[in-house]
């Protein structure tokens, strides 16, 4: 369990984190609206050497940017259930190359790959505390389950 208390905080571990990603990986955001999900694809996108803003893919399901990976930051929220995914290209978007980020994920856990990073963001005590758990599946995180470990050393809290 990580613990932040503030965005800036959220984009340095999320950064921390985007450093150890790797062509193929799929990153599971979940959690309530404003729990962070956005801010922590930021973070990602620093990794990746993105410079471009990251905007909500809310409205748009998908937005695509070109780093030292491509990234491809989707958003299901909108969606009108898993079956809708084909619609906006996701299996495409699974392409061994890109990292793929996706907000509510957790409802499309069927349709992902085995090997994930899975990510919960859930409000602290106060405006700015957030609780980030961050469970790994699959074989290709278990050489970086340490390195995950260790990157998220300095947010480490109890619990
Ligand atoms: P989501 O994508 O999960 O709906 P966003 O990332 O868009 O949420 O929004 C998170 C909101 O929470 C932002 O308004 C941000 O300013 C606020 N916030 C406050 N504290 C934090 C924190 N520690 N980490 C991330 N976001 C925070
Ligand atoms: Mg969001």
Redesign the pocket.
């Given at each position: 369990m990580a613990r932040?208390?503030?965005?800036e905080?959220?984009v340095g571990l999320a950064t921390a984190v985007g450093a150890l990603l790797e062509p193929g990986d799929v990153v599971v955001l979940s959690?309530d609206?404003?729990?962070?999900?956005?801010?922590?694809a930021r973070g990602v996108a620093r990794a990746l050497d993105i410079h471009e803003p990251i905007v909500?893919p809310t409205f748009t399901i998908v937005r695509e940017y070109r780093g030292r990976l491509p990234l491809a930051h989707v958003d299901v929220y909108r969606l009108e259930g898993p079956a809708a995914l084909h619609g906006v290209g996701f299996e495409e978007l699974i392409d061994g190359e890109s990292v793929v980020l996706v907000?509510w994920g957790d409802r499309i856990a069927g349709v992902l790959p085995a090997d994930r990073l899975e990510v919960s963001?859930a409000p602290g005590v106060g405006?700015?505390?957030?609780l980030l758990e961050l469970v790994t599946a699959g074989a290709s995180w278990i050489p970086r389950s340490e390195p995950l470990r260790l990157a998220l050393a300095p947010w480490a809290s109890e619990g």
């Open positions: 932040t208390h503030s965005v905080a959220t959690g609206l404003g729990a962070g999900k956005t801010v922590f909500s907000e963001i405006d700015d505390e957030r």
